[in-house]
Nanobody, 123 residues
Framework: HVQLVESGGGSVQAGGSLTLSCAAS????????MGWFRQAPGKAREGVAA???????YYDDSVKGRFTISQDNAKPMLYLQMNALKPEDTAMYYC??????????????????WGQGTQVTVS
């Protein structure tokens, strides 16, 4: 069973920065595709960013130019560097792994494994 554990969330003022980390167990999953999602209270979970092969990245328009997704397969770890944070970035952030072949990275139904989440609050 794959386990994903997020960390790095917290409270920050608007304009500040945070780096989220996701530690992944190596058993039974493909590290080729990993992603970050977020869910604000009363809203659906939405895709924030994804990375394929440690190189190709995808971002939601709302975070382009502010967030950077990266991966270290040697550990293995997934990161989300968040800069210029806005109050609307406030949400629970989730790490996801193992996108189904040909799947849409934005679709929560296309990912096999999820972490428990880490809270980000921007005021």
């Amino acid at each position: 069973h794959v386990q994903l554990v997020e960390s790095g969330g917290g409270s920050v003022q608007a304009g500040g920065s945070l780096t989220l980390s996701c530690a992944a167990s190596t058993y039974g999953y493909s590290e080729e595709f990993m992603g970050w999602f977020r869910q604000a209270p009363g809203k659906a979970r939405e895709g924030v960013a994804a990375i394929y092969g440690g190189i190709t990245t995808y971002y939601d328009d709302s975070v382009k130019g502010r967030f950077t997704i990266s991966q270290d397969n040697a550990k293995p770890m997934l990161y989300l560097q968040m800069n210029a944070l806005k109050p609307e970035d406030t949400a629970m952030y989730y790490c996801a792994a193992d996108l189904v072949t040909g799947g849409n990275w934005r679709s929560i139904d296309h990912w096999s494994y999820w972490g428990q989440g880490t809270q980000v609050t921007v005021s």
